[in-house]
């Protein structure tokens, strides 16, 4: 069932709770890949549960690091920020799961590494607020846009897992 439109979806699998169709937009930051710590953060991910739905490497223009962070544009760090986001390669994700966009944000930590806590994200692998390693949606507006932003529809599946009916019940 790869690659079923979201409405297909649903109707193939009634049974599981729609509220699992949310998603959230997860990045690895220039600094987290170079750290060699995609994996670890993939892992975090899926090990709670969450199913990844896209996923691709890419080196943003400063244009659409500044798109992303449209939201920051007033902000004396927006030009170091798109700069640093566009300064290498990135790996862009859309995760999926009940409550992933909250809990997403729980799992990286608090924006400032050293405020973030023990078993963070940032809190385990990160120092310093301006190489935080990674990005993720703040709520379910800026998911949709950042989703729509940094992915085409026919690059996102949608598929159920064998193992969902052990994640949800
Ligand atoms: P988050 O990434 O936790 O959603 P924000 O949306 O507030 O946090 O900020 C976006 C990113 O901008 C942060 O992840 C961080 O990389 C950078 N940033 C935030 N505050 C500062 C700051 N005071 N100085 C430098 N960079 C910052």
Sequence with gaps: ALA???AAYMLQDQEVHAAELERTFIAVK???????LISEIISRFERKGYKLVGIKVVVPSKEFAGKHYHALKDKPFF????EFLSSGPVVAMVWEGEGVITYGRKLIGATDPQKSEPGTIRGDLAVVVGRNIIHGSDGPETAKDEINLWFKPEELVSFTSNAEKWIYG
């Design 4 to 6: 079923l439109p979201a």
């Design 30 to 36: 220039p600094d987290g890949v170079q750290r060699g």
């Design 79 to 82: 030009n170091g920020l798109s």
